[in-house]
């Protein structure tokens, strides 16, 4: 009886040669930590359902670049609250790209925690914090100088989840897409009702990516 063939092993996607550069730039010194997420992503990640296999060739400019640069809007030594992590993004990609902020991920699957959990183990990222809860369950528990969410909701459901999480002062940092603006009308009121002040559209990432990452920044006022 033959030996079974042994089962392959994946292989975490290379970077393009445009989106090494960008890495380069962006993860610095840390650009082993980066590649080392992305193995994650295209192996564990897939296998559990946290992204769809369609999504690894697009891993390092639609993912994790994409997400790493809003750390380029965040002062050094700040808090960050990310809303509704899943696959850590951006909330791992930006405590990869950023040792000196303090991450905060605020998942409520468990499935989805135990992932990041491992990933977090795996990469010895002493900056990262994960909590099992839905944004309204830790309020009051966990606050930062910013609050990040990706793909999570609309930004008028999304205000209600993430301006509670901020410190006043602090700021609300969504990516989002080219409806970005139609959001921010849709949000207004219940934007001012939670206390954020006048949200705006910005760009991060500009000097590095082909498409740099959409931004709606809603500011909290200070009471």
């Known amino acids: 009886m033959t030996d079974p063939s042994p089962t392959p092993v994946a292989v975490a996607p290379d970077p393009s040669v445009d989106e090494l550069a960008a890495a380069t730039i962006v993860f610095g010194a840390h650009l082993g930590l980066a590649r080392g997420f992305v193995r994650h992503l295209s192996t564990s990640g897939i296998e559990r359902g946290l992204l769809g296999p369609r ?7 639609r993912h994790v670049l994409n997400c790493a640069v809003v750390a380029d809007l965040m002062d050094p ?5 990310d ?32 992932w990041l959990n491992e990933v ?3 990469l010895s990222l002493p900056n ?7 944004a309204e369950q830790v309020v009051g528990q966990v606050s930062g100088d910013y609050v990040t969410a990706r793909a999570v ?9 993430t301006i509670p999480l901020a410190r006043p002062g602090g700021e609300v940092l969504a990516i989002k897409g080219r409806s ?13 009702k939670l206390g954020g002040g006048p949200a705006e559209v910005l760009v991060a990432g500009a000097e ?16």
């Open 55 to 61: 999504e690894v060739p697009r891993l390092w400019g």
């Open 77 to 81: 030594g700040a808090t960050v609250v």
């Open 120 to 122: 977090v183990g795996d």
């Open 128 to 134: 990262v914090t994960v909590h099992r809860a839905r």
């Open 83 to 114: 809303v509704g992590s899943g696959a850590g993004l951006p909330g791992l990609a930006i405590a990869i790209a950023r040792p000196d902020l303090e991450l905060h991920l605020v998942e409520p699957l468990e499935r989805r925690v135990t």
């Open 153 to 161: 909701s609309a930004l008028s459901t999304l205000a209600g989840w």
């Open 208 to 223: 590095v990516l082909a498409e740099p990452t959409t931004v709606v920044r809603i500011p909290v006022r200070i009471p």
């Open 180 to 192: 970005a603006g139609e959001e921010i009308e849709k949000a207004r009121k219940i934007i001012r």
